[in-house]
């Protein structure tokens, strides 16, 4: 078994205790936790599920790291603070883990990372051994194994179109999606996720390493930005209440172009209500999020993934998916030699000894 820890408890880090507890070649041997209220809680009542882990919560991270675990599933955010999610996940590569996350975007693609993110875990993998696969849902396989895959059914392909289309809602991060992404906002306000660059930032390491499995090479990348408000005031049953008059929809895409016509293309389309900007693409089958890859060709190609979690909960699905791509590449990066990998190099298996079990 590959003893494996959990750092963080939030919304990625309950569904990477349930991803853990239910493979067969994983054992939860710790959760790393920041909030004094959940140190001492069994692991399993943090993750919403039945009985007990046995494995309370700690943040003790020296003692951690000190009993040798051969993997790290890091669930903590990286969101605003970069270099604290950098030193985390070096300290545990540093310690010989395998390190998991979706905190660091610039190293969905590490080829084209800059060299702060880059060089202090290629320092820690000489020093400790440790590898690192960092990977997400969008950024993630929604934008990079997905379409790689639907792409090899055509026999011609013109544009590839990766989609998230969500209400925020029911994303259980409020003061992500309020100041963040700007919800809520007067329309005047400036959103850190929405400022330009920052898309690019985010989303071009997946526009560059689908153009590197695609064989072509990108002229530029592009960003487009749309922004609507609220016509009326709305009320959401987990975020309160929305102003009329303040943000209430956005829309942008990240186009990697190829010989001046824009042929990979991530487009986001968010909403804190569905009357917002109701004619702006939706999910295919109505409901409150989807992701979908469109292969532009010979033939048109069209997917669509629906996830559900916690309660038919399409933000926690989508959550879980990405949690899943993580977690069920630990074994295989574990008989790897250390490294830094991508989501070329790192393989999606079938669930292989997971049909019909249970987690324990």
């Not at 605003?80 to 883990?97: F, Q, S, Y």
């Not at 499995?213 to 530029?220: C, H, I, K, S, T």
Request: proline share 7%.
């Amino acid at each position: 078994m590959i003893s494996t820890v959990v750092w963080g408890t939030g919304n990625v880090g309950r569904a990477a205790i349930r991803a853990v507890a239910a493979h067969p070649e994983l054992e939860l041997a710790a959760v790393l936790v920041h909030d004094p209220a959940k140190v001492g809680r069994d692991a399993a009542q943090l993750a919403g599920m039945d009985g007990q882990s046995d494995v309370a919560a700690t943040d003790d991270i020296e003692a951690v790291l000190a009993a040798g675990p051969r993997a790290v599933v890091y669930a903590a955010s990286g969101d605003i603070r970069p270099d604290e999610a950098v030193a985390d996940v070096t300290r545990a590569m540093r310690a010989g883990a395998v390190v998991v996350t979706p905190a660091l975007y610039p190293l969905y693609d590490h080829r084209s990372a800059p060299p702060e993110f880059r060089d202090p875990v290629l320092a820690a993998v000489a020093e400790g051994g440790g590898s690192l696969f960092v990977s997400g849902v969008d950024p993630g396989w929604g934008n990079d194994v997905l379409p790689l895959l639907i792409s090899g059914l055509g026999s011609t392909v013109d544009a590839i179109r990766c989609q998230e289309i969500f209400d925020y809602s029911t994303y259980d991060q409020e003061d992500s999606v309020r100041h963040l992404i700007g919800m809520g906002h007067p329309m005047e306000y400036e959103p850190l996720m929405l400022a330009p660059s920052i898309p690019t930032m985010v989303w071009g390491g997946q526009l560059r390493l689908m153009a590197r499995a695609l064989g072509v090479e990108l002229d530029e990348i592009r960003e487009t930005m749309d922004r609507r408000a609220l016509d009326a005031t709305v009320s959401t049953r987990t975020m309160g209440t929305f102003e009329a008059g303040t943000q209430g929809a956005v829309r942008f895409e990240v186009q990697g172009i190829v010989e001046g016509e824009p042929r990979i293309v991530i487009e986001h389309v968010t909403r804190i209500h569905p009357s917002c900007a109701p004619d702006w693409p939706v999910p295919p089958g109505g409901g409150d999020g989807a992701h979908r890859v469109v292969v532009e060709g010979r033939p048109r190609i069209e997917v669509t993934v629906e996830a559900s979690d916690e309660g038919e909960n399409r933000s926690a699905g989508g959550n879980a998916t990405a949690v899943g791509r993580l977690v069920n590449a630990i074994d295989w990066l574990v008989a790897a030699e250390p490294g830094l990998y991508d989501a070329l190099d790192v393989p999606l298996r079938p669930a292989v000894g997971r049909l019909g079990r249970k987690q324990r």
